[in-house]
């Protein structure tokens, strides 16, 4: 059974049909990829899926349940996690504490024992912090931990988010654009981090503009034009559907997909 | 050496020896006073301040529960025969499941909207209090029995610069205790950005109504201590103008800084002390300071003084 599934799923902002009847399934360790030019309805696809949007149609199931009208928090209750397009980092907090809010779900949250510190409370804050810093070392920020979260280049941000999203342990995590405005470098990173991230049994999909990353990590990929399926396979497939390459890929797309490493 | 002096622990052990020392150096009566309706205040603002500086909503109507506070322990024990510290937990309970049961709805509200909703709250408290002219004496307040504790009449500015001191003490190492919590955590991500918050599974309704409801307590506790150090109780207390003073305070110290919300407070409580000069202009001086802060100073003094040394010591 499949650790995501999306059916039929579909929501119109006023007369516009952003997206329309969209269905697929991800694997568990699976990398599984979103595709699509611009407007075709990637962003609003996850919004759906990690409940910030309400779905007009269609049925979102998560490892077996059906949560298609809960709230986000109760999804990452349930095992999902994002990041953001346009970053939606707590930019006043250190990098450290950003990822510690990821552990929220995973820490007793009982406030009488907060207002008066417990031993207990103590303890659990050091957790929670030993827990936040080895992820922020599975993503190469150890060194900035303690840094405010402000003052950090917009490709270590975008890591940031993943080490927090990571934190909440889901079994599927989101990635909205992980790559977008990084160098080639950083797009690097952000590539192996993903892989050791679904390595470690957890289910990734992402929205990607960065074509040789989408080729080369994901398992498969699903082409989304104008709010509707347009295929959806592996990355040889995707790239040999002519109906792709001209919707999306284009001229100069296609060849730099062609020259994609695998 | 440098991780324990960043212990915010430092700040509750700063702040209890200022309150046993400052007495040595106060000349008169007066001063010590004027001191003890600082911590008085403080108290209000510090609860405020974990609303509005650490979980980002804002109140324009927190004199609201100051004003249920402070009635409560002077209608409690004339009318309704509860012993005054009953009454000022009484009061306490009361404004808090007020601002549970009024959060809820309008703590949905953001920015400007909210702004106006807990203006409205407010505005609706202080009505009530001075159209209940049977039991609140209406316009003209009424007088607030002495606290009695175990026997022992509690009065004169020393005994409440001890009570409110000590109260104050206690109030901040609660709330530091709290910004140091997962709960704190959750309220500065909530400020910074609800959507992350909420997808990383905090329930962000429910903690925004956790903070509105602290922030009424401690408002309440300050509306009690205040009317109680008075003797009097009126309308005043729950004014729109109060409400002003507490954001005032709280900007000017600092929104999000615990120790901001005593500066804040300190210095409101004795600017107008120094300003008597000026007498009828009070309120557009005040008005003019507060400009200047928030175009120069915007993220308040002690923020402000922090990065200052910060920098000078880097």
Redesign the interface.
């Known amino acids: 059974m499949s650790i995501l599934a999306v059916e039929d799923l579909g929501i119109a902002f006023g007369g516009l049909i952003a997206v329309d009847g969209v269905t697929f399934a991800v694997e568990q360790s699976e990398i599984f990829a979103v595709i699509g030019p611009n407007g075709a309805g990637k962003t609003t696809l996850f919004n759906m899926v990690?409940?910030?949007y309400v779905p007009n149609r269609g049925r979102i199931v998560l490892d077996g349940e059906d949560v298609t009208n809960l709230?986000?928090?109760e999804?990452?209750?349930r095992g999902l996690?994002?990041t953001?397009q346009n970053l939606?980092?707590?930019?006043?907090?250190s990098v450290i504490?950003n990822v510690?809010?990821?552990?929220?779900?995973h820490?007793?949250?009982n406030?009488l024992a907060?207002?008066?510190?417990l031993p207990s409370?103590h303890a659990?804050?050091m957790a929670?912090r030993a827990k936040a810093a080895e992820l922020l070392a599975l993503v190469g920020l150890a060194d900035l931990a303690e840094r405010p979260a402000g003052s950090l280049p917009y490709g270590a941000l975008r890591r940031l988010e993943i080490a927090?999203?990571l934190?909440?342990e889901p079994k599927v995590l989101l990635l909205d654009e992980p790559a977008a405005g990084c160098n080639p470098v950083e797009t690097e990173e952000i590539d192996s981090v993903i892989k050791r991230i679904a390595a470690q049994g957890i289910s990734v999909v992402l929205v990607e503009h960065d074509m040789r990353l989408v080729m080369r990590i994901s398992n498969r990929i699903h082409v989304l034009d104008r709010g509707r399926t347009l295929t959806e396979g592996t990355a040889r497939d995707v790239r040999a559907n002519p109906a792709v390459i001209a919707a999306y890929l284009g001229g100069l797309g296609s060849q730099e997909a062609t020259h994609a490493r695998n | 050496m440098r991780q324990i002096l960043k212990n915010p622990l430092w700040l509750v052990v700063g702040l209890a020896i200022i309150v046993v020392v400052l007495p040595l150096f106060l000349p008169s009566t007066y001063y010590v006073r004027v001191a003890a309706l600082v911590f008085i205040n403080a108290l209000a603002v510090l609860g405020l301040n974990l609303l509005m500086g650490f979980a980002g909503q804002v109140s324009l109507g927190h004199a609201g529960f100051f004003g249920i506070g402070a009635y409560a322990v002077a209608v409690g024990p004339t009318h309704l025969g509860i012993p005054t510290w009953a009454s000022l937990i009484c009061g306490t309970i009361l404004a808090a499941f007020i601002a549970f049961v009024v959060g809820r709805p309008i703590l949905k509200l953001r920015g400007y909207y909210l702004a106006v909703a807990t203006l409205g709250l407010g505005m609706l408290i202080a009505m009530i209090v001075s159209n209940e002219g049977a039991i609140t004496g209406g316009p003209n307040g009424m007088p607030v029995p002495r606290l009695v504790l175990f026997g022992w009449r509690v009065f004169g500015p020393m005994t409440w610069y001890w009570i409110s001191g000590l109260t104050l003490v206690i109030g901040v190492w609660v709330a530091v205790n709290l910004v140091e919590s997962s709960t704190g955590r959750a309220f500065r991500a909530i400020h910074d950005s609800e959507t992350a918050a909420r997808v990383l599974g905090v329930n962000v309704a429910r903690y925004k109504l956790t903070a509105f409801v602290l922030s009424a307590a401690y408002a309440s506790v300050a509306g009690s201590y205040f009317v109680l150090f008075d003797g009097f109780v009126t309308p005043d207390t729950s004014s729109f103008l109060r409400s002003i003073e507490f954001v005032v305070m709280a900007v000017l110290g600092g929104l999000g800084s615990i120790f901001g919300s005593i500066v804040g407070a300190a210095i409101l409580v004795l600017l107008p002390q120094v300003l008597t000069v000026f007498h009828d202009y009070e309120h557009i001086v005040l008005g003019a300071i507060m400009i200047v802060f928030l175009i120069f100073l915007p993220a308040g003094l002690v923020p402000a003084a922090a990065t200052f040394i910060r920098r000078r010591t880097a």
């Open positions: 990690s409940g910030l709230p986000p928090h999804l990452a209750r996690s994002r953001f939606q980092i707590f930019f006043r907090m504490e510690m809010v990821g552990r929220h779900l820490e007793k949250r406030v907060h207002l008066f510190t409370v659990q804050n929670t927090r999203a934190a909440t």
